[in-house]
């Protein structure tokens, strides 16, 4: 499902990651572990869309504006 994350519609990626690390992965680097992802590449392509890693909550969430 994520093979090929590197070309996948921000949205839909967005979407599996966080399902993906509320669901089966106990944190970010075991999600790119398992799933063979390349975590600076990831947080890249995300950032790139204004979506950061929220540690607090497991998950990536849009950027703050404030």
């Known amino acids: 499902m994520l093979e090929n994350y590197k070309k996948m519609d921000i ?3 967005l979407s599996i990651v966080n399902m993906k690390l509320r ?4 944190t970010l680097v075991d999600l790119c572990v398992t799933y063979e992802i390349e975590k600076p590449l ?3 392509r995300l950032e790139k869309h ?8 497991h ?3 849009q950027r703050s504006t404030q």
Do not use: A, C, I, R
Request: a negative charge; glycine letters at 0%; charged letters at 35%.
């Open 50 to 57: 204004d979506f950061v890693y929220d540690d607090d909550h």
């Open 42 to 44: 990831l947080l890249e």
């Open 59 to 61: 998950q990536f969430k």
């Open 11 to 13: 949205n839909m990626l």
């Open 23 to 26: 669901n089966e992965s106990q």
